[in-house]
């Protein structure tokens, strides 16, 4: 380390032979470094701050009422479509940055500048947005910034509007399609349970449903016809077991009382009646009713006609009586179940003949009733889609959900924008000066010279016996005292006209 040290030192002291060079060169990178000065202009930057406030109360109010937009990705958007080349070119159109007669690649490469310079930028928490712009003149710079400013706050309501009406439009357009497609649907599922009415699903019973329901309700018909039945043979055989006519000291002095006949006859008519309070005329059990009663009123006739031929008495017991009014009610009894299981029997001989068809009509209706009910559940949405769109546009409409407000307005620093003239005039007074004394060092590599016996030993690799010093006389003294005033005063002449130069720049100058 203390080798490398010791050359360095050694080859900055022997670059004093080449402090000419080194001067030279300083002055050319000084002159160049002047030269591209004159080209480079200070630039000033104007700037503006605009905050966008979004939380408002009517926000909230209105969450669950209508569809609202997302004012914050709203606002976003607008700020980066604000430097495009459409925006941009307009502003040049607007403040006349552009002569009208200039030519094209003029007016574009005006406009490429601008999309490249301005700048736009929006703070991480909050909708805080800062538009700056950099111009060698301020005043232009101020007037394009205030612009900007302009179009970002207007451009908040100028396609609200168009947009609203667009989805407003949209979901009508939706709502009637939707319309056609469940007119068509429920026609479709009128028609296919019109065709298949009375089969499984078309009347919202499952098939086997419906089978096993006619299937319990033969069963339970035909154990009460087995009691009905027996009921009836048990009165029979009472009926067999008992005397007609009572011993003549028994019978009463009233009139006669009605016949089996008409007892039956009777007792099929309020049947009759209590069946059609509840069932119409062409319920089975009406119609076997009717049937027993035309059949008892002929046998009625039948009986008068004996009676006149004959010269026979009726029964005059009345428990004989009795029991023949009871077996007539057991008999109606009878043949009114023995109608209504026959009915029963035909419903479930048509169930079981329509179980090879029945799976595919319910796969049918089922697809109807699926296709139907998402159109049914997608127009419902659309139509209350429509109602929060309709509350949407006039929310959007209201100037209270994004508020834009300008904290700063555009303003001009009176200080240049770095890096300025005069800290580039600094920077290559600096740079000359290094420049120099790089030179000079650097010709010691390209000129290599040997400084003592060690560097000697190292250059020829032969061993050195010893060297002989220079005797310095007073002329020789007297020329280095001469060579150092040259270059003490060349180089303070050179250092006072860098300075000059560097505070004349700093305060405007510029050739």
Known sequence: MNDVLQEGLIRVRFAWRYRWAGLAVATGVLAVSGAALQVYADRYEAAAKVHVNTQTVLK????????????????????????????????????QLVDKDASPQLRERTIGDLVTKVRLEGSTHGNLYTISYKDRDPVRAR?????????????????????????????????????????EAENRLKEFKIKNFGISGATNQDFFARMAGTSDEVNRLRLELGAAEQSRDALRRELNSESPQLPTEALPRTAAGPSESELRLDAQRRQLDDLLRRYTDQHPDVIATQRNIAQIESQRRQELDAQRRSSGTAPTNPVFQQLRLSLAQSEAQVAS???????????????????????????????????????????????????????GIKLDDSSQLAEFRIIEPASVSSKPVFPSRGILALAGFALSIAAGVAAAIGLTFFFPTVFD???????????????????????????????????????????????????????????
């Open 143 to 183: 007037r394009v910034v205030n612009s900007l400013v302009e179009m970002f706050v207007e451009s908040n309501t100028s396609s609200k509007r168009q947009d609203s009406q667009q989805a407003r439009q949209f979901i009508d357009d939706q709502i009637s399609e939707y319309e056609k497609k469940l007119a």
């Open 337 to 391: 179940l023995r109608s209504q299981l026959a009915v029963q029997q035909g419903r479930l001989e048509i169930v079981r003949g329509q179980a090879s068809k029945m799976p595919q009509v319910e796969a049918d209706l089922a697809q109807l009733n699926r296709d139907y009910e998402v159109l049914r559940r997608n127009h419902q949405q659309l139509v209350e889609r429509r109602e929060s769109a309709a509350l």
């Open 60 to 95: 909230p109010l209105m969450r669950e009422l209508a569809a609202q937009p997302d004012i914050d990705l709203q606002v976003r958007m607008l700020a980066r479509t604000l430097i495009t080349h459409p925006r941009i070119e307009k502003l040049v159109d607007t403040l």
């Open 453 to 511: 016996e060690r560097w000697l030993q190292a250059a020829t690799r032969r061993p050195v016996l010893g060297g002989v010093s220079v005797a310095i006389d007073d002329t020789a003294r007297r020329d280095s005292r001469m060579q150092w005033l040259r270059f003490g005063a060349t180089t303070a002449l050179f250092l006072a006209f860098n300075a000059a130069w560097v505070g004349w720049v700093m305060v405007g100058g510029k050739l």
